[in-house]
């Protein structure tokens, strides 16, 4: 795909978007993971750990792109994976996390790459969604995306707090890529081709109609 294309430019777009709204919660653990550490080995604790981060999302990334490449239906489970993901972005997003705190740097970065790594594979599955697969899309996006995040969380979590239609909008993008994702696997394509763009619409809808429902019944 052309990077400078129309279509290049959207999916790019779209990476940062899912990015950015699902990794608001992994910036928050890796400062609870580095808070005990001295402010100038909180900023190495943190730039290693970003570092890392990247590394650990790109060969998770690699490896699922390759994954899609070679297994069947794995796209269309890949597809109904990202509505779940979707669902819960809106519908949990009051989720906590409790990460313990390091006092030393070395395990304070091991603790930054792993948590990152476990809680970003939700964040590697929507990316490679909106990239369809191409990797030069997926690691320019998570080049972009990573350092921001990790950096700006603090203003993330406000402007969301602040602007909870974000989190709307972030879940439709994701009931599309994913429906996107599904209509594609040579399973089904052959079938749901006349209908996809039916398909994406259909699961915008729930995605963002489901949380809605979800949000009025804990209420």
Known sequence: MDILSVQGLLAMLQIIVIDILLAGDNAIVIGMAARNLPANLQKKAIFWGTAGAIILRLVMAFLFVEALNNIPALRLVGGILLLWIGYKLVADDESEHNIEAKDNLRAAITTIVIADGIMGI??????????????????????????????????????????PIILYVGGGILGWV???????DKLISHTVEPYASFIKIAAVVLVVGASLLAKQLKK
Request: no cysteine.
């Open 122 to 163: 939700d964040n590697v599955i929507g990316v490679v969604g909106a990239a369809n697969g191409d990797m030069m899309l997926v690691a320019i996006g998570m080049l972009i995306t990573v350092p921001i995040i990790i950096y700006g969380s603090t203003l993330f979590v406000k402007v969301i707090e602040r602007f």
């Open 178 to 184: 994913g429906a996107g994702m599904s209509v594609e």
